[in-house]
Every structure is written in structure tokens, then in C-alpha cells.
């Protein structure tokens, strides 16, 4: 009853998202990430919230603490703030410019 770990999770959504597999690599996450941005950007007529999760997930995935978690957990866990420091994550066109140095569309 008291200090209950949270239920273990055999969730695959992030790993979905991206189309790698549960032991796929830092670089098979990269490239899978690139092409998934770039296909899904708001700026190339793509749907904006699959945008946001394709950035959510490669920013897990791509963190090996984070992706522990998430492999154990799920992504509740990563919600309630376990391994997040609590934040509220990322905005997903800066990640996007980490990778592609700015916007692939022009400007910045």
C-alpha cells in the first residue's frame, strides 16, 4: 500500500511513432526521427499534434534515462515526473533545429 512502484508497461506508442523497434539504436532513432519530422511538419502542410508527439518521443527515446523509464513505466511515469526533473518537456520545433540546424523550410 504504501510506496507502490508503478504497474510495468509493455507500452510501444513511442516507438510506433518513430517505426523502430523496441531495440532499435541512437542513430536508427535519429534517422527515423529526421524523416518522421520532416513528413509530419506543420510548415509542409503535416498534421501539428503528431508533430508534437513525434518530437515527444524522439525526446524519450533518445534519452537513456528517460527511455528506461518509459521501457519500465510507461508514459504516465514520465508524466508524473519521474526522471523529468517535473518539467513540462520541450517545444518540438527546437528540437527539430537541434538536429537540422534550423528549419528545413527556410528562416529560421
Not at 53 to 71: C, F, G, N, T, W
Amino acid at each position: 500500500m504504501f510506496g507502490r512502484a508503478p504497474k510495468k508497461s509493455n507500452n510501444t506508442k513511442y516507438y510506433e511513432l518513430l517505426g523502430v523497434s523496441k531495440n532499435a539504436s541512437q542513430d536508427d532513432l535519429k534517422k527515423a526521427y529526421r524523416k518522421s519530422a520532416i513528413k509530419n511538419h506543420p510548415d509542409k502542410g503535416g498534421d501539428p499534434e503528431k508533430f508534437k508527439e513525434i518530437a515527444q518521443a524522439y525526446e524519450v527515446l533518445s534519452d537513456a534515462e528517460k527511455r528506461e523509464i518509459y521501457d519500465q513505466y510507461g508514459e504516465d511515469a514520465l508524466k508524473e515526473g519521474m526522471g523529468s526533473g517535473g518539467g513540462g518537456g520541450h517545444n518540438p520545433f527546437d528540437i527539430f533545429e537541434s538536429l537540422f540546424g534550423g528549419s528545413p523550410f527556410g528562416g529560421k
